[in-house]
């Protein structure tokens, strides 16, 4: 098969919701449907279970489950699509971020009944930034939930989409008689009166058919075929390069744990999902179909056995093909590096791969090398754009807790730093370590993970910070530079890369401070890639 005819038949996504709307089960059926797995309850749900947060065990528990789950790739209608894990979890919410950068588009799953949830909105915005092709499922339509258009409406206004159904449904909760199917234009019907297990649906091609009223009902069927002349009336007609443009979101509704509407949103999705994007470095906007490979890390997880301390990069393939045993640049060391043991990887298993393509995730065995948003390339001196470090919402400063492992404690928080688990900033005024986090259990994670992987030990100090952001001045030279640099000494610091960071200790000390320096950016994202380490 050509390089061509590889991407064009792959599709790399990420499923995001907020926790318990049906991650998990709607990337299971995904799975069954691709033969990946045989049967229901074989991927481990990844979320943290609650009120686990002091329960060490559960951590290492889903740390486990989550390399495994990390990607997960099956075959289906000869496209091969690989499903990026997301994490659900609010203080895992900055992995997720990152994954999304590693995504050419993504399914958003809405609980019927809960609607629009915190988790969505803010991985919905992150999405919406970044223009990533979105398709909504609503699950769960086998129980009593919002009225359908009640629900579109929520998604416009809170979620800021455009939307437009490609499915509808007959009835809901106990009533829940099907979907209509606006994209195939034709009816499936819940096969008797059992709401589980569905294995057969009944399709009819005419919604004006009185075979209609024959299978629903009359009332149902007149309330069809009014729900769906609004539908007509009120929503766009899908528009292909709309949806790849980011600009119309095509929704779904189903039920995932019923299997009902998940083939229509599969179908679908192989019919319009976008294949592996081009994607802008720093120098240029790199195309998948170019003959030379490239990839970006976007995801580094460290190994589970203590006693041997490599990791996992998950790289990302832009362009090219990556060959096993070929040397490429790692364009921020400078240095050629070779990997004799790619794994690719499958449903819940990896594997040793020679060659890999656009779109493709490969794991790189690393001890040490990489960061996250590192670059690998043939030779070509560029870096990938995109991948952010989120302002951090949670401080401490870290201190060791046992002298004689000083060495340790440090190779300890720059690997996790490395990862990605939180990030470190030096105070200017005194060269105390300051942790960073995005959610709060990420301290323990530190704190067991320092412990058990590097034999160190940390306490913790808290500190009173509000946000951090990085500086940005318009002139570093200015007057009104030198005097913010002046004034707030006491709350400056710098991020591992040696940027400058102000810490607020309020949102009312923020605003006042933008406002009286208004030639200073404070941003609240950092790009990895304006600052090579
Ligand atoms: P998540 O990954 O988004 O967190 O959600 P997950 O799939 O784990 O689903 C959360 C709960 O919702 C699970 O129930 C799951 O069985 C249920 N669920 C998923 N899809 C549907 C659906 O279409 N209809 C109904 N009625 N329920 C659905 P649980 O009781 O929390 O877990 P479990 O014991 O069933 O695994």
């Known amino acids: 098969m050509t390089i061509q005819k590889e991407i064009d038949r792959r599709k790399t996504f990420g499923i995001i919701s ?28 990844n979320k943290i279970k609650k009120g686990a947060t002091s329960d060490f065990m559960e951590i290492e528990r889903q740390r486990g489950i989550s390399v495994a789950t990390s990607v997960l790739a099956f075959e289906y209608n000869g496209m091969k699509i690989n499903i990026l894990d997301t994490p659900g979890h609010k203080d895992f919410a900055e992995d997720t971020f990152r994954t999304l950068t590693a995504v050419d588009s993504v399914i958003v799953v809405i609980d019927v009944a809960k609607g629009v949830e915190e988790q969505t909105e803010k991985l919905v915005e992150v999405c919406r930034m970044r223009n990533i092709p979105m398709i909504v499922f609503i699950n769960k339509l086998d129980r009593e939930g919002k009225d359908a258009f009640e629900l579109l409406d929520e998604i416009e206004q809170k979620l800021h989409l455009k939307v437009t159904p490609l499915s509808f449904p007959i009835g809901m909760g106990y009533d829940f008689k099907g979907i209509f199917n606006i994209w195939e234009n034709n009816v499936n019907l819940f096969s008797g009166n059992s709401r589980k297990n569905i294995e057969e649906t009944i399709e009819i091609e005419d919604i004006a058919s009185h075979e209609l009223e024959d299978l629903i009902g009359d009332k149902p069927a007149n309330t069809l075929r009014e729900e769906l002349e609004l539908v007509y009336e009120v929503y766009p007609d899908f528009d292909r390069k709309a949806y790849l443009d980011g600009t119309l979101q095509p929704v779904f509704f189903g039920s995932a744990l019923n299997n009902f509407g998940v083939r229509e949103l599969l179908d679908c999705f192989i019919d319009i999902a976008p294949k592996p994007r081009p994607k802008e470095s720093d120098t240029r906007v790199v195309k998948p179909e170019e003959k030379d ?37 790692h364009v921020r060391h400078g240095k050629k590096l070779k990997f004799s043991s790619p794994n690719a990887f499958f449903a819940e298993k990896k594997e040793i791969v020679d060659i890999s393509y656009p779109g493709d995730i490969v794991g790189l065995h690393d001890t040490g090398n990489f960061k996250i948003g590192d670059t690998l390339t043939e030779g070509e001196e560029m870096q990938y754009k995109g991948i952010p470090s ?88 200015s007057e009104e530079f030198a005097d913010f640099k002046r004034v707030k000494s006491k709350f400056l610091a710098k991020d591992k890369r040696g940027q400058l960071v102000f810490f607020a200790d309020s949102a009312f000390t923020l605003q006042m401070t933008q406002q009286k320096y208004p030639n200073i950016e404070f941003h609240f994202v950092s790009e990895f890639d304006k600052n090579k380490g």
């Open 18 to 45: 907020h926790p318990d709307a049906g991650k998990t089960t709607l990337t299971e059926k995904l799975l069954l449907f691709g033969g990946a797995i045989q049967e229901a309850g074989a991927v481990k749900s």
């Open 390 to 477: 989120f302002s951090p919402e949670h401080f401490k400063y870290i201190n060791n807790a046992d002298p004689m492992k000083s060495k340790q404690l440090e190779k300890g928080i720059d690997q996790l730093m490395d990862e990605g688990v939180a990030q470190l900033f030096i105070l200017e005024l005194n060269g105390r370590k300051v942790i960073g986090t995005v959610g709060a259990l990420q301290f323990e994670v530190i704190q067991y993970r320092l412990e058990h992987e590097y034999g160190a030990k940390c306490s913790y100090e808290t500190l009173n910070v509000h946000k951090a952001c990085w500086i940005d001045p318009k002139d570093p030279k």
């Open 293 to 329: 490979f490239s990839g970006f890390v976007f995801k580094i997880h460290a190994n589970m056995d203590p006693k041997h301390r490599d990791r996992l990069a998950f790289v990302k393939i832009v362009s090219g093909t990556f060959e096993r045993n070929t040397p490429y640049l």
